[in-house]
């Protein structure tokens, strides 16, 4: 094979992913935006005071309704911890934001299967319960009050003016009346597009680096490296492994998908693709930014903290799910290479194609150019700004 039709095999299957996954990821935006709508950002904070159990599970509720984008999720979980949101639960909203999200389930369910949903489900809650004894037990208060102080300094990372933005609808009125007046309209399109511009690149090379080694590295090497031969070893060694592979990889959230159903295809462990798929957090250019953030110390605690839940995490979604007998056949997984043809997906994609259209153009008509040129930035430039029905406040 030469290198032209090399690289137009890999940008195939990078299509075919492309089109597979379409209408489902613009329903799970389209819901993801309609929750956002009607859940305001300046009543979490007061939500999220303490550790307890109650706070965290309101807190993950919470992440669940918010941003799938990894960099705004652990940007907003800065901005809750500076003004007063306890620190575990302010970690456990950051989690829940990239991890129980609407649109990965979606994604997880179109791709791989309704198992591996069932499983981001189960071990997401796992992995934030792991983490909260994690920080009670190790978590000094001198390395906490040393993450304030740095966290004060208001040093910038990545995607602080989209975490900023509150675009809920302001009316009053139900739920129903709220998200079906003009002003709710407008209000779903600026968090559905503002979620689509956040996510974009990683979605786009999580594809890419997908395609490229679904058809650059064979089968083979990756049955090796899971050992895919011994079960017991490959149950082991996959959630272990996964996150390394995600930390490598340099995408995150749901950019990661495309990249575990090649893991899957290739041999890793139920628990391993779990584990890979949470590891979203881990990466090279987040740990970075919880550097900036929190101090080189926090920075490794967390990457230390992180990485055991996950791998604990992946392990007991392993348990769970093999005793239950509900870990698919790896011999049925395949990745997605037939391309455009006329059947369901084509019409779902048209249709959900139209509505995002639509979303789009009451976008640009309502100030979303203005809110895009505001996505980066120092944090504290945001400091005051509202975005909500297509006008800015101060």
Request: aromatic share 10%; hydrophobic share 55%.
């Amino acid at each position: 094979m030469t290198a032209v039709h090399a690289v137009l095999h890999a940008l195939s299957i990078t299509g075919s992913m492309t089109w597979e996954i379409t209408w489902a990821l613009i329903l799970g935006f389209l819901l993801s935006a309609v929750v956002q709508a009607v859940v305001r950002k300046s009543t979490i904070v007061r939500l999220l005071g303490d550790g307890r159990p109650r706070t965290l599970a309101r807190a993950s509720l919470l992440g669940a309704a918010s941003s799938s984008c990894s960099y705004a999720a652990v940007a907003l979980a800065r901005s809750l911890f500076r003004k007063g949101a306890d620190f575990t639960a302010a970690m456990a909203f950051e989690i829940a934001s990239t991890n129980l999200v609407v649109e990965l389930g979606v994604i997880l369910a179109l791709l791989m299967g309704w198992q591996f949903t069932l499983a981001e489900f189960t071990g997401g809650p796992i992995m934030i319960v792991l983490l909260a004894v994690l920080f009670r037990l190790t978590l000094r208060k001198r390395l906490l009050d040393q993450a304030r102080t740095q966290a004060e300094e208001g040093r910038p990372g990545a995607m602080e003016g989209h975490a900023a933005m509150d675009m809920s609808v302001r009316r009053p009125g139900t739920f129903r009346q709220r998200l079906l007046s003009r002003e709710g309209y407008t209000s779903v399109s600026h968090v559905f597009v503002m979620e689509w511009a956040a996510i974009l690149r990683d979605l786009v090379l999580g594809l890419l680096i997908a395609g490229a080694i679904a058809a650059w590295v064979p089968e083979s090497f990756w049955q090796s490296f899971f050992f895919q031969g011994h079960p017991l070893a490959a149950k082991l060694w996959g959630p272990v492994v996964g996150p390394v592979v995600a930390l490598a990889s340099f995408v995150c959230s749901i950019g990661n998908v495309p990249l575990a159903v090649v893991l899957w295809k290739g041999g890793i462990s139920f628990g391993g693709v779990v584990a890979f798929i949470f590891a979203d957090l881990l990466i090279l250019p987040i740990l970075n930014i919880y550097r900036k953030y929190y101090g080189a110390r926090m920075a490794l605690y967390l990457a230390g903290t992180f990485y055991l839940a996950v791998v604990v995490a992946g392990y007991a979604v392993e348990l769970v799910f093999g005793g239950l007998g509900l870990v698919p056949d790896q011999g049925d997984a395949k990745v997605p290479m037939e391309g455009v043809s006329w059947n369901y997906t084509t019409v779902l994609n048209i249709a959900f194609l139209v509505l995002a259209a639509a979303l789009l153009l009451r976008f640009l008509r309502t100030g979303g150019r203005q809110m895009l040129a505001m996505m980066g930035g120092s944090p504290d430039a945001h400091a005051g700004h509202e975005h909500h029905a297509g006008h800015p406040h101060h």
